[in-house]
């Protein structure tokens, strides 16, 4: 079986800070593949990244980075510099073997200006 | 480039009426689909997805069915709407990998009274 766990329900800032959302997920697989998802205030969920299990680079985007470690099974996504537009819902999901990803329950990410 | 369209955006129905949500995606062949719901507390539960027309395979047992008559077409029903049929669907689509990311639609928000 699989799993991930997104242990922060929620987390408050202040614009500017530098925030992390931590993931850890579950699987016996070898070949997997890890996903982030943003869901702002309109509903909507974006894809953001997929990572796959053999690629432990860092991914720098802009203001978003994402740390992918085997040796603790977690796949954290920082924020640098937050901003109000950052408040959202995030979503961190693995896939291995199947169309079927598995979602953790989401971190809620309120940014206050 | 590709775009999923789901509707009604918003839906109130009163318990025991039907239900028929929409979803089309566009620029893409033989998607994978999937409707997930998004109940208060933020989890997503996958409740249907199919890998090609008139295949369709039900997560959780319910009160609501799935059907794929075209391609890139997938509709959510019910012919009896229930309380606890209320939350926030999500269609989504992604390519026919294992690998392959999600992009969902903009949701729809059913209220049953």
């Known amino acids: 079986a699989q799993k991930v766990t997104q242990a922060q329900t929620e987390i408050s800032v202040v614009e500017k800070e530098d925030v992390t959302l931590d993931c850890v997920y579950e699987?016996?697989?070898?070949?997997?593949?890890l996903f982030w998802y943003k869901q702002p205030p309109s509903g909507e969920l974006v894809f953001l990244i997929r990572?796959?299990?053999?690629?432990?680079q860092n991914e720098i985007s802009g203001r978003y980075s994402w740390n992918f470690q085997k040796s603790t099974s977690s796949f954290n996504f920082t924020i640098t510099a937050s901003q109000v537009v950052d408040s959202a819902v995030y979503f961190c999901a693995l896939s291995r073997g199947s169309y079927i990803p598995t979602f953790g329950r989401g971190t809620s990410l309120i940014v206050h200006p | 480039s590709q775009t999923i369209h789901q509707w009604p955006a918003t839906l109130v129905q009163p318990v025991g009426s039907p239900l028929s949500l929409e979803c089309t995606v566009e620029?893409?062949?033989?998607?994978?689909l999937y409707w997930y719901r998004q109940a208060a507390g933020r989890g997503l539960q996958l409740l249907f997805y199919s890998v090609g027309i008139g295949q369709i395979s039900s997560e959780v047992p319910q009160n609501l069915s799935a059907s794929r008559p075209q391609d890139r077409q997938f509709i959510l029903s019910s012919k009896k709407l229930l309380l606890s049929d209320s939350g926030f669907y999500l269609c989504?689509?992604?390519?026919?990998?294992?690998?392959?990311?999600?992009?969902f639609g903009e949701g729809s928000r059913l209220t049953v009274l």
């Open positions: 699987t016996r697989d070898t070949t997997y593949y």
């Open positions: 990572r796959n299990s053999f690629d432990e």
């Open positions: 989504a689509w992604s390519v026919p990998v294992e690998r392959g990311e999600l992009f």
């Open positions: 620029g893409t062949s033989n998607p994978n």
